[in-house]
Nanobody
Framework: VQLQASGGGLVQPGGSLRLSCVTS????????IGWFRQAPGKEREGVAC?????????YYTESVKGRFTISRDNAKNTVYLQMNSLKPEDTAVYYC?????????WGQGTLVTVSS
């Protein structure tokens, strides 16, 4: 099982970034995928989650509602996190995550820095 996150970078407040999480090694369609983030000196927190392709329900932490959008492309085994109206407090390493039947897996993380 592999999760490869990418798309981070330096952006000014109010800007946008799109993160990608390319996955392999499991049946992508059947599992929910989440994005987490960890800011310096803080605990890792859940940001957004999208359910399996059966439902495609989405969930967001309160601080990103209306600004972030999670989506999935089942043909590419990829989950995206579109981040708009970015704020300095969004600065963190972002990780994608999946929980399979007996194990949980994390991507390697991609750094998002929001600064002027």
């Amino acid at each position: 099982v592999q999760l490869q996150a990418s798309g981070g970078g330096l952006v000014q407040p109010g800007g946008s970034l799109r993160l990608s999480c390319v996955t392999s090694g499991f049946n992508f369609d059947y599992y929910a995928i989440g994005w987490f983030r960890q800011a310096p000196g803080k605990e890792r927190e859940g940001v957004a989650c999208i359910s399996s392709s059966t439902d495609d329900n989405t969930y967001y932490t309160e601080s990103v509602k209306g600004r972030f959008t999670i989506s999935r492309d089942n043909a590419k085994n990829t989950v995206y996190l579109q981040m708009n109206s970015l704020k300095p407090e969004d600065t963190a390493v972002y990780y994608c995550h999946v929980v399979l039947t007996t194990s949980r897996y994390w991507g390697q993380g991609t750094l998002v820095t929001v600064s002027s």
